[in-house]
C-alpha cells in the first residue's frame, strides 16, 4: 500500500532535482538531475593519502601532502565525496543556511555515484560533528546529524548521535586561518552519552583544514575507539 501511494503521489507531482527543479527519476538516490550530476567534480586520485586533498597534476601519485607531513593528524584517513565547488557548493549553502533539510538525502545518496566506492558499511558506527547549543538553537537542526542518519540508512550503520558533545560555543571557523582554526577548537569537544568503540566513521558537511575533525578525533581517541575515519560531502582547496 505504501508503494502504491508513493508511484501515486510521484506521477501526480513528478520529483524535482534538489538544486535547479527540473524533474527527475523516482528511483534516483540522490534526486539530482543529469545536468547538475555532470557538474558535480567528484574527488578522484592522486590525493594525499591521510587528509585526502587531491592533487593537481593526474600524474602524480598518492602520497602524503606537505600538511600531513608536517601536523600531527589523529585522524586516519579523511575523505571528501566532492569538491566544494558548483552545484556542490550551492546545495550545501542551501542545506546548511537555508533550512533545506531534504538535501542531506540527496547529498548522501550521492556516495552512490561516486567513481570512488566509500566503504561506508564497513564501520562499527557512524559519528556527527557537534554543533554547540546555542548554535543547534540557532539553526534549529544539525547538518551533520543529518548526513550521518542518511549515510546510516544507506549502508546499514548505526549512528551515534550524542557520542561527541560541543562544549563550548566557539567562533565560526570560515575566516580563519589554519592557525587560528586549530587554536579555536581546541578542547571545544567531549564525550557525551554512549560509546563509539571499533572503527569510528566521523561525519561533516565540509572539510577545509581539518582542524575540527582533527580535535573530534582526538576526544573519540581518548574515549577509546580503534580508528577515526572521517568522511565528508565536500572538500574545499
Known amino acids: 500500500m505504501r508503494l502504491a501511494v508513493k508511484g501515486l ?4 507531482f513528478p520529483p524535482e532535482c534538489s538544486i ?5 527519476d ?12 555532470s557538474k558535480i ?3 578522484l586520485p592522486p590525493l594525499c593519502v591521510r587528509c585526502g586533498v587531491p592533487f593537481s597534476s593526474p600524474a602524480q601519485e598518492s602520497h602524503l601532502c606537505g600538511r600531513c607531513l608536517r601536523g600531527k593528524i589523529l585522524y ?14 550551492t546545495a550545501i549553502h542551501a542545506f546548511k543556511y537555508e533550512n533545506k533539510t531534504y538535501l542531506a538525502r540527496a547529498l548522501a545518496g550521492l556516495t552512490k555515484e561516486s567513481p570512488v566506492p566509500f566503504h561506508i558499511d564497513r564501520y562499527d558506527i557512524l559519528v556527527p560533528v557537534p554543533l554547540h547549543k546555542n548554535r543547534l538553537r540557532k539553526r534549529g537542526y544539525n547538518q551533520s546529524l543529518l548526513l550521518a542518519r542518511e549515510l546510516g540508512r544507506l549502508f546499514a550503520v548505526p549512528v551515534g548521535e550524542r557520542v561527541l558533545r560541543k562544549t563550548r560555543d566557539s567562533a565560526p571557523q570560515v575566516e580563519l586561518t589554519g592557525t587560528e582554526r586549530e587554536k579555536n577548537v581546541k578542547g571545544v569537544f567531549s564525550l557525551g552519552r554512549g560509546r563509539a568503540e571499533g572503527a569510528v566513521l566521523l561525519v561533516d558537511d565540509v572539510l577545509t583544514t581539518g582542524a575540527t575533525v582533527n580535535e573530534c578525533a582526538r576526544t573519540l581517541l581518548e574515549g577509546g575507539a580503534r580508528t577515526v575515519d572521517v568522511f565528508t560531502v ?4
Open 41 to 43: 567534480a567528484f574527488v
Open 26 to 37: 523516482p528511483a534516483c538516490p540522490h534526486s539530482l538531475c543529469p545536468s547538475c550530476l
Open 20 to 24: 535547479c527543479g527540473c524533474p527527475v
Open 76 to 89: 586516519r584517513r579523511a575523505r571528501a565525496l566532492a569538491l566544494f565547488s558548483g552545484p556542490m557548493r
Open 234 to 237: 565536500a572538500r574545499a582547496v
Open 9 to 12: 503521489v510521484d506521477f501526480v
